[in-house]
């Protein structure tokens, strides 16, 4: 009934009159992760189809700013203009290169892409991603993992439940120090025996300097795609800064963004984010759900999901306008 009522709102013309009355104040950061050719259920994605509807809705309705021009203007107390938006990427995949690349230089449209670094120039994915691929390939009907304190077990004989198993499973090994989720992920590579070569990859140093020259805007997103809180301080501090140093000598020029993988409250802290600031970076994107506006941590800005295929959905989701009274609690 909600969606029905939502789907009525926008195509009657009313949520387009309520996009063009709003305040300023505050800014939306929309987060994407792969923009595909086709439905990818085991990926966090956009279709190319989709994204394009989303950049048209956004270049006609928003002011879409560059986030590190955002962030200064919130740092410097600066009104923040009307249906402020700006744009990101996570985990920079080749297919944000070949499908949404396209789409912004079209529309002139600044965006940031963060990027992990120790993955650039190699046949290296996040662990998430291959995990998924895993799932989606195998022609296994279950798997059991041996734990300190018992086995877990996972089964599924169809396509609901394997996504349903996935999901259960890549929580349970995003909950797991680093040391433990590496044995586990060779242990499921192993069990699930799948000999297909995962056509997925990460842009390539003159992908992401094309890119750059255009306009593109990157981050630093860790070398190895650690949750920072599951590995010891000192890596942690290494992982942060080394993809800063990493990703500067790509670009030739200084790099001041930073995005927390995985990136909810608890994936960082305020350690990490003194870490963050230590090493010279002027922010942090977090994957905590939300706007911003004046009274925001810019070391944890909050950032809004873009995976929904309605267009209609993705609008409302795009009107709310009032951050937390205070920024939301991060603990380790």
Not at 58 to 79: A, D, F, I, Q, S
Not at 144 to 155: A, D, N, Y
Not at 276 to 292: F, K, L, M, P, Q
Request: charged share 30%.
């Amino acid at each position: 009934m909600k969606k029905t009522l939502v789907r009525m709102a926008f195509y009657s013309g009313v949520l387009r009159t309520w996009q063009r009355v709003r305040r300023g104040g505050f800014f939306h950061v929309l987060m994407y992760h792969h923009v595909t050719d086709r439905e990818e259920p085991f990926l966090p994605h956009v279709t190319r189809k989709v994204f394009a509807r989303q950049m048209r809705l956004v270049r006609n309705h928003y002011r879409v700013l560059g986030l590190e021009r955002l962030v200064g203007m919130m740092k410097r107390g600066e009104p923040i203009p009307a249906r402020a938006l700006a744009l990101t990427f996570d985990d920079e995949y080749e297919d944000v290169y070949r499908n949404a690349f396209p789409l912004l230089r079209e529309y002139r449209l600044p965006a940031t892409v963060f990027i992990t670094t120790g993955c650039v120039d190699t046949e290296r994915i996040p662990w998430t991603d291959e995990l998924g691929f895993l799932f989606r390939e195998t022609e296994k009907s279950g798997l059991e993992l041996e734990r300190e304190g018992g086995k877990e077990t996972f089964s599924w004989t169809d396509r609901a439940s394997r996504l349903a198993e996935f999901r259960r499973l890549k929580s349970l090994l995003k909950s797991v120090f680093e040391e433990e989720r590496e044995e586990l992920c060779r242990e499921i590579r192993r069990r699930l025996a799948v000999t297909k070569k995962n056509p997925s990859r990460i842009l390539n140093r003159s992908e992401i300097r094309e890119m750059a020259e255009a306009g593109v805007d990157f981050g630093a997103h860790t070398v190895n795609h650690p949750i920072l809180t599951r590995i010891p301080p000192r890596t942690a501090r290494e992982e942060i800064e080394r993809s800063k140093i990493d990703l500067e000598e790509i670009l030739g020029r200084e790099v001041t963004g930073f995005c927390y993988p995985n990136g909810e409250a608890g994936d960082f802290d305020e350690v990490i984010e003194g870490m963050v600031r230590h090493v010279g970076y002027e922010y942090a994107c977090s994957t905590v759900d939300g706007v911003n506006d004046s009274g925001t941590d810019p070391y944890a800005l909050r950032r809004t999901w873009t995976s929904e295929p309605s267009l209609s959905l993705f609008a409302a989701r795009l009107l709310r306008s009032r951050p937390p009274a205070s920024p939301p609690p991060v603990t380790g």
